[in-house]
């Protein structure tokens, strides 16, 4: 059974940071792109943040320099760093992993940067 279970979300300050977390479960996951999503409240699901099986990454450009995606391999797991949250990063995040085949997402994780 494919699982993408998201972690980390919450309130936080603006100028904060929160780590999130993505454990993958039920395929192989050295061998999938993964990537981090947002969708905001009456919005439309955009791409943050992805990083393919060598580890190549790449960013929307809203936040470039403040997000940092990264994977563990060993533990099937992807993470993202967020510093310097402001309160446009508010959004459910969710996980995904994909091949030119199969196509997976998590359930999601709600951050809210508020004061």
């Known amino acids: 059974q494919v699982q993408l279970v998201e972690s980390g979300g919450g309130l936080v300050q603006p100028g904060g940071s929160l780590r999130l977390s993505c454990a993958a479960s039920?395929?192989?996951?050295?061998?999938?792109?993964m990537g981090w999503y947002r969708q905001a409240p009456g919005k439309q699901r955009e791409f943050v943040a992805g990083i393919n099986t060598g580890g190549t990454t790449n960013y929307v450009d809203s936040v470039k320099g403040r997000f940092t995606i990264s994977r563990d391999n060993a533990k099937n797991t992807v993470y993202l760093q967020m510093n310097n949250l402001k309160p446009e990063d508010t959004a459910v995040y969710y996980c995904?992993?994909?091949?030119?085949?199969?196509?997976?997402w998590g359930q999601g994780t709600q951050v809210t940067v508020s004061s």
């Open positions: 039920g395929f192989t996951f050295n061998i999938y792109a």
């Open positions: 995904n992993g994909r091949t030119t085949k199969y196509d997976y």
